[in-house]
């Protein structure tokens, strides 16, 4: 039996960038807040903790930090998750003379500065994506005036602009890249004014490209990554889809892989915050043991 690892497996770019902000920042004395948990994997999150790191989840803990003006003697820092964070945040941050370093990916602040454009404009606001995901809240936050999230075909079925308003389509970095584009025809088809921008990450919709391909070939499919990771949710989606025999585990604890005799191939992907050790560790799970 041949067990494949996805080449596409690994940290993003974005998602490195920010983890390796955090021990950049570790290393300067300071106390560490991350906005949020940098990334969507709890090992990752848990190795920071350890470290002395702390996450502070939502605006009330923000707000509750003491003041970071001068004289205060206070020395912390807040760093800003890789899913990016609503202008808000950079107000209190400011109001407030907290130190900030900005971790937010460069794909996820193209979609702030794309938003907040368009919707200076009057143009409405559509993000395709998932309304509980912390960048979709956070893009909502660079929107002047009202925006709509979908997340399935079938609000995009239902979905009615503003009288007399354009809209301006805009995805999650981390959604679906067909179903992205079958919602885009939905309003094709019904013949909204709209402008199209795909913001799906190319890291991602390399590794759904890549995943798709693997799965397709392979028996049985393995995808690796947090609960809470929309691109590993996404990854899962996708391998479901090609193979009837997929797994989602967060850890190796969760794999309860029974296998038939009769199987050749065993794909093993993830998502872009899990780390390499994590993938290599099921991956000779899987080696030894079946
Ligand atoms: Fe950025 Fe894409 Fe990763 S948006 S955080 S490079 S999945």
Known sequence: MEVRIDECTGFCFGVKRAVD?????????KTIYT????????????ELESQGVRVLEGVQALEALPDGKEGSGHSAMVIICAHGVSKRIYEILEEKGLEYVDATCPFVKRIHGIVEKESS????IVIVGDPGHPEVKGTLGWCRGDAAVLETVEEAEKFVPPEGKNICVVSQTTFNYNKFYYIVEIFEKKGYNS?????ICSATEERQRSAR???????AMIVIGGKHS????KLYEICSGECANTYFIQTLDDLHLELPK????????????TPNKLIEEVQN??????
Request: hydrophobic share 35%; net charge positive; proline share 2%.
């Open 21 to 29: 902000t955090v021990y950049e920042q570790i290393k300067s004395g």
């Open 35 to 46: 906005y949020g948990p940098i990334v969507h994997n709890e090992e990752v999150i848990r």
């Open 121 to 124: 404009k009057g143009n409405y």
């Open 195 to 199: 402008s199209v921008v795909n913001t």
């Open 213 to 219: 391909a693997l799965a397709g070939e392979a028996d």
């Open 230 to 233: 929309s691109n590993t949710k």
């Open 262 to 273: 009769s199987v050749r191939l065993v794909g093993i992907t993830a998502g872009a915050s």
């Open 285 to 290: 799970y899987v080696r030894i043991n079946f």
